[in-house]
């Protein structure tokens, strides 16, 4: 399984960070460790790193969002292998990786995993404008793609077509190019009807 660790802070390496990801997944995974840079000549920009080695691959302005910034990074990945994008402030790793086999047993293209009080449940083949509701201003625990070239064909289409969600090239740009074709999608968390009471 190929890896995105979105981690803000520079506390941990990415062999550390790969150790952690594994350890909850499972299994081997290939992952990069992507933090912030926030420097005094521009805007924010990611750094990644990979594990083994540690080494600054490069980095990525960030203007324009987090999906031409993983997209840097998966482009070291080979394209048929599962793709997570992980949250590295997410409480517990391992319940949101124990998740996957049902994605893929539900034949899921994309799957989110949210954090949630109580048990939550999942949902598979939401609306897409409600999964949108859902998902504005809201960063899932992990992201799950079927396979990392699900990912880079539709980050690649969503950028050239300068699809923007509220500005930047998001995450909800990504869920509604999928959409356009047909991509089986499917979350964990929140009930959806609470969610959409509270807004």
Avoid at 32 to 58: E, Q
Avoid at 75 to 80: L, N, S, V, W
Avoid at 174 to 193: F, I, K, Q, S, T
Wanted: hydrophobic share 45%; with cysteine; proline share 6%.
């Amino acid at each position: 399984m190929n890896v995105v660790l979105l981690d803000p802070s520079d506390r941990q390496t990415a062999a550390d960070a790969a150790a952690r990801v594994e350890a909850a997944a499972g299994r081997s995974c290939r992952v990069c460790r992507m933090t912030r840079a926030l420097g005094s000549d521009g805007p924010p920009s990611w750094k990644l790193r990979f594990a083994p080695g540690d080494g600054l691959v490069r980095t990525r302005r960030e203007p324009d969002g987090l999906v031409p910034a993983v997209l840097l990074a998966v482009d070291e990945f080979a394209g048929e292998d599962e793709l997570a994008i992980v949250a590295a402030d997410a409480a517990q790793w391992s319940k949101h990786f124990q998740r996957i086999p049902q994605a893929l047993a539900s034949r899921l293209d994309v799957f989110l995993s949210f954090e949630a009080e109580g048990p939550g449940r999942f949902v598979v083949d939401p609306d897409v404008t409600t999964l949108l509701h859902l998902t504005n201003g809201l960063t899932p625990a992990l992201a799950w793609y079927r396979t990392t070239d699900l990912f880079v064909d539709a980050a690649k289409q969503v950028i050239r077509k300068d699809a923007r969600w509220n500005g930047q090239f998001s995450a909800d740009s990504l869920l509604r190019e999928l959409a356009l074709h047909d991509a089986r999608v499917g979350y964990h968390g929140r009930p959806m009807d609470d969610t959409l009471a509270a807004a």
